[in-house]
């Protein structure tokens, strides 16, 4: 669907205000004049200033214009599903990555992902298992960021440079 970007301008908006009132509501150590609040509230004055820039604009090009139309990619069965696979995938890690890990849940969501789009499961399976066993080696031995292992974690040192 596509919004009228003053409905955007709008949220934007909206988001900059809260950020920027979470922010402030951090209070700073008495031995600093600022604190954990600060980059947040930078943030959400910026947020702010963009939303009203993005809604003050589209006022005045709204003459005549909807304020929401459907796309052609929406209409089909097809293009929700492919719309709504990213945030259902992100449900899905938030679910299962404790109890499955990394590994076999990165797969799982790229296969699906890959599946949904059209790949053949011969070539996007062990695209998906490739690319999370990548992912999994450069966080976990590059950047020394652990990653949940799950159900492998018997195995997890062969995985580990």
Same mark, same amino acid.
């Given at each position: ?5 003053? @409905? +955007?301008?709008?949220?934007? !908006? ?12 951090? *209070? &700073? ?6 604190? &954990?609040?600060?980059? &947040? ?5 910026g947020?702010?200033?963009v939303?009203? =820039?993005?809604? @003050?604009?589209?006022?005045?090009? %709204? ?5 929401? $139309? +459907? ?14 696979? @990213?945030?259902?995938? @992100? ?15 990165? $797969?799982?969501? %790229?296969? $699906? ?5 059209? +790949?053949?499961? *011969?070539?996007? =399976?062990?695209?998906? %298992?490739? %690319? ?10 590059? !950047? ?12 997890s040192?062969? !995985?580990?440079?």
């Amino acid at each position: 669907m596509k919004v009228n970007d003053v @409905i +955007v301008g709008g949220v934007i !908006l909206g988001l900059g205000a809260f950020v920027a009132t979470t922010g402030y509501m951090l *209070r &700073p150590p008495r031995h600093l004049a600022y604190g &954990p609040g600060f980059f &947040p509230m930078l943030i959400g004055f910026g947020l702010m200033t963009v939303g009203a =820039l993005i809604a @003050i604009q589209a006022l005045s090009t %709204l003459r005549g214009s909807s304020w929401a $139309t +459907v796309p052609e990619w929406a209409r089909s069965r097809g293009g929700l599903l492919r719309f709504a696979i @990213i945030p259902a995938a @992100i449900v899905f890690y938030i679910v299962a990555v404790g109890p499955l890990g990394f590994l076999a849940t990165a $797969t799982i969501l %790229l296969a $699906t992902i890959f599946a949904v789009n059209g +790949v053949a499961a *011969r070539r996007g =399976l062990p695209l998906a %298992l490739g %690319l999370a066993v990548v992912v999994n080696l450069v966080f976990a031995s590059v !950047l020394h960021v652990p990653l949940s292992w799950g159900v492998l974690e018997p195995f997890s040192g062969w !995985l580990i440079w």
